[in-house]
């Protein structure tokens, strides 16, 4: 464990003269008394050590970002039929602290909550959400920003019992209305799979809980959206459906190919990742391979958790951040030609992250200064990490992979935050001071979340933009926008999805160093229309409402 | 003086596999085996030397794999050790194995200053070695990495930083990957006989399997400079390079890597990996088809190779390769899971029978005998392991080491209608009616009550 602190212990300088952005953890502060639950903490079964997922976004609609956890239960109480802890609704005051919010947003308990995914379903202007569970996925409604309202029954999603993970909204079929991808991992049954120290499963030669290889994974899902907020089923149909199932994690929507309709990206453990192609027509192809984001790059199938992405060399095209197991490292495919190359070590973002189980990941741009860090939370999975010899330990420190604006990334710890075990991270501008915070969720305990306290200079810049479709989903998940000041060029793409089990608000937040303003701001919303900005002021946020069709 | 020389063999030869993403395990030092490996298959001898030739380095840093070090020379049968002390070393209880793995390297005693200053192993012989020395050298003669561990760390409990342990102690936590310990005990080795650098490319390879790469780099660096014929040394050079983003650099020590030793499948696989990084495909596909054809079995080099072949826009022939890589893959997953099993617990027979097995699947006849050599030697008289024998080298196609093992069959098997009937097959199969005869009227008086 003194290792992993110590590899991460930096000066707070990032090595080319920047200093680092520092966070500090004011979960206490934010959240106080707010704690999850995942089994128990000897972690006896594979479904105990993923933790709970978490979504940032405006619920009730007042202008900052509300957070929303989800919680879990334990194994005893799901297989009594126990209900599992609700999930809950925090509304930010403003000032990134948090309240819960009252009886009208209260979620009813599930099963086993896992992750979440949120988006504006019915385009009503408010955000909805869907929960995965190690039991159905539920469809949680929002009342015009006053209330959620479960609506399971009718949405048409499955009835069947899975174990969701991370989901994704996108538009795969460009009709204009959200459709939704749900990540399963593996069938958990405890009548089938055997308990730690039962099940002659080792790590390391330490007895550890059984999983996920040896066990089987579950097909993931996906569903068109219709209207009144209801889905339907299409996995087969819409090709979704690769020659092996893989124990899906993590899910991130990317237009990887620039071809203006938006692909998906899934995390598996232990199995090749998929890279889902758009079909232009709602029909899909895995072409994880063939675009070399299935393996490392010596062919390896990695244990993905977590997902990013964004362009971080400045291509213009998306690059992808993989976190992993330990003993692996995670990986950065950096797009190349049609595709992706592994270039992970030769960024600085391989070796360092070695000794580290990562989760929840954010590339975006901490420290403003015009290019784009990585986030990652870390956290093994099982207790005996911290025995002797394993190279890793359990509790690990959450870190940030500054960029130096020359290609490579230098680790820095986020804080001085002890080693923990987390999970979920999702990040915004909680306190609307400019620059982006992160919230995480541990395995259980305590809710973290990490302000910037970034002293900002003259040469950090930034704009945070909201869109509103008019021709499609209302929040235009899935537009691109590339920002220009001078040579510079900065593009983005919104989403809701990325990381693990959690949910990001639908915006995109620029970091832009020295350029008090852009020359242009270049929106592709989801339909394929384009709209062009001039001279646009920063460090504000810019709500820019699409024209109305004529 | 010969046994001197021997010693100091182990010392210069560490016998560790880095980034072996690709089933480094499965790449033998030599391409196959030689008869006496084979004799070993299938007449219960244990086969010492492959013992230590190749962990299963499943950590996935230690992605491009690597070649097993020629341990087949390096690290010879300790002749004084006789066959009851191996027995007695498979005897030691788990606890005391578990025991032994629990111990923390950095916390072993420390010899005074100075102690070993005048170290050379050129005076040590086999006599003037600690028992226990010898007898964990036996131990990883048998893949037995517990008591490897155990019977060293007694040796350094006694003899506070004796040189030879501690550096062999390095080698035997880096084949159990732990390879923060394998760095303590290389750096520690270092510490205390300075002089001995030449012996230490495993530190090396324990900060790059670590993700410490510009440290791999500067102690290859050193190695080097002390033992510029070390090419297992400059090829962990090369990786450290390529990983530091150096790829020309890694080229240039790679294609003095392959002059060398021209049929090193896991440089050729790691050349065509740099090769593609530098966006030379036709190269890249040149170098990774030399690799497969070198190491049909490992999906690595398919897998490199059907990036090239994509990168070259030969789609049919890259899907084809890709096939291959996905149908490998599928059984290395396994293989390594079963691997890191064994390393842990040499004795789990049903691991090792199923490592065999898998073995035999991807055609990896190498790895395919060494596990059956294991199996033979842990259960010498167990008539079932010599018919699983016989059934793997009959699947391999591996007719010369089938006779040898179809004659061990049927010298334990005398009364065994099961071997007899095993036999028939083999030797009908073979066309060899005398044998088949003889082997059918065997069979049908062992069946008699």
Known sequence: ?550 | MRRALVLIGLLASTSVVIDAGASAQQTPAKPIPTEPAVAAATTAAPAAPAATAAPAATAATAAPAATAAPAATAVPAVPDVHVAQVAQVAQDAQDVRRAALARDPALLSRAAAERWKDFDPERLTPESLPKDFLVAHAALAQGDLPTTVARLAAVLDTEPDFPPALHQLGVVYFQLQRYGDARTCFERYLEVVPKRIADTRGLGHAYYSLGEYAKARAHYERVLAAAPKDFENLRGLALAKYRLGDAKGALADLTQVLERDPVHADAWTWKAQVLLELDQSEEARVAAERARDLAPWSPRPWFVLATALSDLGREPDSRAARERFQALSRHDQEIRRLESRLEHEPGDFDSRRLLALAQAEVGNRGGARRELARLAADRPDDVTVRILVLDVLDRLGDVEAGQLAARELARVGTDSAAAWKRLEAWYAARQDRMRQIEAGERWRRASQP
Not at chain 1, 266 to 280: I, K, M, R
Not at chain 1, 298 to 306: D, L, P, T, Y
């Open chain 1, 1 to 550: 464990m003194i290792a992993l602190v110590l590899a991460c212990s930096g000066s707070g300088d990032s090595g080319s003269g920047v200093p680092a952005p520092r966070f500090t953890e004011v979960g206490a502060q934010a959240l106080p008394g707010v704690v999850t639950t995942c089994g128990s903490p000897a972690k006896d079964w594979i479904l105990e050590v993923n933790g709970g997922g978490l979504a940032l976004g405006d619920f009730d609609r007042d202008g900052d970002h509300d957070l929303v956890v989800v919680d879990g239960s334990t194994v005893e109480r799901a297989e009594k039929g126990e209900p599992g802890n609700p999930p809950r609704l925090f509304l930010n005051r403003g000032d990134g602290t948090f309240e819960p919010a009252g009886e009208p947003w209260r979620i009813p308990p599930g099963r086993f909550g896992m992750g979440i995914a949120a988006a504006d379903i019915e385009g009503d202007g408010d955000l909805d959400l869907v929960i995965t569970e190690w039991g159905r996925a539920r469809v949680i409604r929002n009342e015009e920003g006053r209330g959620f309202r479960e609506t399971t029954t009718e949405s048409g999603l499955a009835a069947a019992r899975e174990w969701g993970t991370s989901a994704a909204f996108f538009d795969a079929d460009r009709d204009g209305r959200l459709d939704l991808a749900v990540v399963n991992y593996l069938d958990f049954d405890t009548t089938k799979i055997a308990k730690r120290g039962v099940g002659n499963c080792r790590w390391k030669g330490f007895d550890v809980m059984c999983g996920p290889e040896g066990l089987s994974p579950e097909h993931d899902r996906l569903y068109r959206g219709l209207a009144g907020g209801r889905f339907e089923e299409i996995t087969a149909k819409a090709l979704f459906v690769p020659s092996s199932a893989g124990f899906g994690l993590g899910a991130i929507t990317l237009d990887y190919d620039l071809d203006g309709d938006t692909d998906l990206y899934v995390a598996n453990d232990s199995t090749p990742n998929f890279l889902w192609e758009n079909q232009g027509d709602g029909t899909f192809r895995e072409v994880g391979f063939q675009r070399g984001v299935s393996h490392d790059a010596n062919g390896k199938e990695q244990a993905s958790m977590g997902l990013a992405a964004a362009d971080a060399n400045g291509d213009g095209r998306p690059d992808l951040f993989v976190t992993n197991f330990s003993g692996e490292n995670n990986a950065f495919y950096a797009s190349k030609g049609a595709g992706f190359r592994e270039r992970s070590s030769q960024t600085g973002l391989g070796g360092q992250s070695i000794p580290f189980l990562g989760w929840g990941t954010q590339m975006a741009d901490f420290d403003l200064d015009g290019d784009l860090d990585i986030t990652v939370v870390n956290g093994h999975v099982y207790p005996e990490a911290d025995r002797v010899g394993t190279d890793t330990s359990y509790g690990q420190v959450a870190q940030i992979y500054v960029n130096d604006g020359a290609g490579r990334f230098h680790l820095e710890a986020m804080s001085n935050a002890p080693p923990m075990t987390l999970r979920a991270s999702s990040a915004a501008d909680l306190d609307g001071d400019g620059d982006l915070d992160v919230v995480a969720l541990g395995v259980e305990g305590a809710v973290r979340v990490f302000r910037n306290d970034l002293k900002r200079g003259e040469a950090a810049h930034w704009l945070r933009v909201r869109l509103v479709a008019r021709d499609a989903n209302r929040d235009a998940i899935g537009a691109t926008l590339v920002a220009k000041a001078g040579e510079k060029r900065w593009t983005a793409e919104i989403r809701t999805s990325g990381g693990f089990q959690a949910a990001c608000p639908a915006e995109a937040h620029f970091g832009l160093g020295k350029a008090a303003k852009l020359d242009e701001l270049e929106v592709r919303w989801p339909s394929g229309a384009k709209t062009t900005v001039k001279d646009v002021a920063v460090d504000r946020v810019l709500v820019l409402e699409q024209e109305a069709p004529k």
